[in-house]
């Protein structure tokens, strides 16, 4: 069981389409949101990775659309981690509209630990012991 | 044996992020560049679908990263069809690099197709049959 | 003087380009957030507005950039009204990093009052008022 | 009396926004890739400048909306340049849709000339020398 971290946004015009919702690519940018906000709680920020030599590459990612989000929606990302690898990690995401808890979409994205240029690398062990304590939070 | 159709495009600077790469939501984005032309293609455009009342949302989409695209590559979005249904159409891709054809990204979504008012319902059988025969040419 | 609305973001992995900073088109994007949450502090939400009739499309848009917002950063959004007029309205926005108040960018957009047809129209003097209001709050 | 460059690309749907026609932001987004194609052809890629460790960051943006794009039109982005200087350049760009030569957006943009740690600089005085034949170009 692990911990589910949840983030909320606000859906903005220039995430929607010309179909009245938001565009299908982006809630792959509020996944990021997520999993940012994810890693901050755990206890380090991914910038700080950053700084430290460490990137998180996606390397797949995939989406179910059960409903549209539109304009002005409250939205809740709520994150949790699948896996935690010597060389990456996988995350899942429900996200949902605030005000009836309607699920609009599920995702999962896994990420491969990165060098400054570009190589695939191990995570530094604290930062493996941060993820495997929140996979394992409940 | 789909018809697969090509459609090239060159990385702009808003597409990539901090790490010098594109940004991975981007690449549904030219996701949609390659079904758009697929579609045009085939002998209508899907802004013609759309004002005949028929739109085309995605339900799922999936997406393996090989490796990155870069500001200003030449990209090239080949795109074929997986399957047509009577109420939607799944479609492949392949995103490379025109210089070397490497491969980039792998991906597949599958779309329903709704009313204007969002509901689901079935092709037209005009445009079912065009999606077939692209589907089934070689 | 007009009161100041002020909403908090924090930058996007997305909103970021190859340069390390954030792509100047987004700052738009982020006068759109201040500008709808203005509205909304003011008495009616943009939607409502929407579900009324009333649009408001950008006519003008300027910015100047004096320091670049970073990946992380804790943006807050400073949105005024410039002027109300009979058509349209205009928002000055003074985009400040949280944590020092550094100022990165001032911007200035125009909009014009549409309705469905994308025609111009008039404001209804309830929205109109509630503008004014805010112009005029100190 | 500058060169004049035009480039041609198609609307994509992400460009669009509930109110059916293209968000405003992604203008500046065509204008960068206008500027982009226009240095291009003036005999040296951006993408090299900033392997020369030049870059060009916007100091400077404006628009003017005339009318809306909107999905799948054809549309030309016409470059000029307005002003070289030692340590940036400005460039004015006429947005029109393709198919009648609607003008829809006019903006103009001025860029600084920084070095890799986000400095102003000069321009080298070949960058410079190439920009401003592009000026003078009949």
Known sequence: MSLVHTVELRVRYAETDRMGVVYHANYLVWCEVGRTDFIRASGVSYREMEERGIGLAVSEASMRFHAPARYDDLIRVQTSIAEVRSRGVTFDYVI????????????????????????????????RTMLEQARDAT
Chains 1, 2, 3, 4 share one sequence.
């Open 96 to 127: 949902v509209r605030a005000d009836d808890d309607a699920r609009l979409v599920s995702a999962r994205t896994s990420l491969v630990t990165i060098d400054p240029t570009g190589r695939m690398t191990a995570f530094p062990s604290d930062f």
